[in-house]
């Protein structure tokens, strides 16, 4: 099922997953139980992320969204950036794909990889979108986009970020989701521009409940997300306790989406980081609220 039908037909806010597939170095099957007990959890849809290299990095993707579909009966959405791939490279990609029955794709630019010359067939994330819904092959992809509550660390300010998210929405992009924040009043303000951007897609809010301290270190270097002074204390008073440090951070993120579908918005999108325990507890406790 396309997402867009899922958006269009639900009437209550939608509630989806992130997962990543294995690193190379470890089999795929490595995954499976941990993606059995997601499944079972039955999210509206999963997202599975695409490593950051091109070429040749699809198919562990295209393998992990395949089963969430086929074997467990879950929609998903394959990440597919484009930065470092060629015209030829998304054809086939997309071939295969469509060969494995995925009907969505979160269309992305991707990131620069030190050492590696990007091939400069797609600067933007929206030079895939048009792509995509310009050839009648690949023209019925369902395509989401990714969109930043905080501006984009490449984006000169605001304003240009939401005209080029404008530009992606007109490309084709018909849902977005946002990176991860933890000050929901970022994201409200960053609906209004959206808003008076005439951008008018489905937005989900992407939330990543935060379990541990590496984990906080290295997502806020990679995407620049704020850290409110409570959530700080959080992670200053349970540094030294991996169990409550995990629980706060479950604590940290229910009230966030609490707060987020108590102010209506169309989606809640959790980074799951492949773990069920932490998914279950959330969605045990969001499930009668949606
Ligand atoms: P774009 O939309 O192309 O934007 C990139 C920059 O260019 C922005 O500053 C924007 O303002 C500017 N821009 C966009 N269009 C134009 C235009 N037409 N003219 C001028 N400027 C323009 N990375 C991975 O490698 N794998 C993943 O699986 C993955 N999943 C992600 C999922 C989500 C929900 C999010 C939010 C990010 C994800 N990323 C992933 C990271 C993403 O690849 C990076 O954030 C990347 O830097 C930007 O990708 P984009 O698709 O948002 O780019």
Redesign the pocket.
């Known amino acids: 099922m396309k997402i867009s039908e899922i958006f269009n037909t639900s009437d209550r806010a939608i509630f989806s997953f ?1 997962m990543f597939p294995p690193k190379k170095t470890s089999p795929i099957e490595s995954v499976y139980g941990k993606l059995e007990e997601i499944c079972a959890l039955k999210p509206d849809f999963i997202s599975v ?4 290299g091109g070429t040749g990095a699809h198919s562990r993707t295209c393998e992990i969204a395949s089963k969430i579909k086929n074997d467990f009966g879950v929609e998903s959405v394959a ?1 597919l ?1 484009c930065v470092n791939s060629t015209k030829d490279e998304i054809d086939s990609t997309l071939a295969d794909f469509k060969a494995h029955n995925i009907e969505n794709i ?6 620069y990889v030190e050492g590696v010359e990007p091939k400069k067939d797609f600067i ?3 030079d895939l979108c048009e792509y995509i819904k310009d050839h009648s092959e690949h023209s019925d992809f369902d395509l989401c ?4 509550p905080e501006v ?4 000169k300010d605001e304003v ?2 939401i005209l ?2 404008r ?2 929405v007109e490309a084709g992009a018909e849902h977005l ?3 991860l924040f933890f000050d929901n009043s970022v994201f409200y303000r960053f609906l209004e521009r959206a808003k008076i951007a005439g951008i008018n897609v489905p937005i989900e809010a ?1 939330i990543m409940p935060v379990t541990n301290k590496s984990q906080i270190e290295r997502m806020v270097s990679m ?1 620049g997300a704020s850290l409110p002074s409570k959530f700080v204390k959080i992670m200053q008073k349970y540094d030294s306790k991996p169990e409550a440090l995990r629980d706060a951070g479950i604590a940290y993120a229910v009230e966030q989406i609490v707060d987020l579908l108590a102010n209506g918005v169309d989606g809640i ?1 959790l980074y799951t980081m492949n773990n069920p325990y932490v998914a279950r507890k959330i969605s045990e406790a969001v499930v009668s609220l949606l």
């Open positions: 992130e992320t695409y490593g950051a990440h950036t979160l269309a992305l630019r991707g990131d933007y994330a929206s986009g990714a969109c930043y984009h660390l490449e984006a240009e970020d080029n998210l530009k992606k989701i946002s990176q992407g995407c999108h």
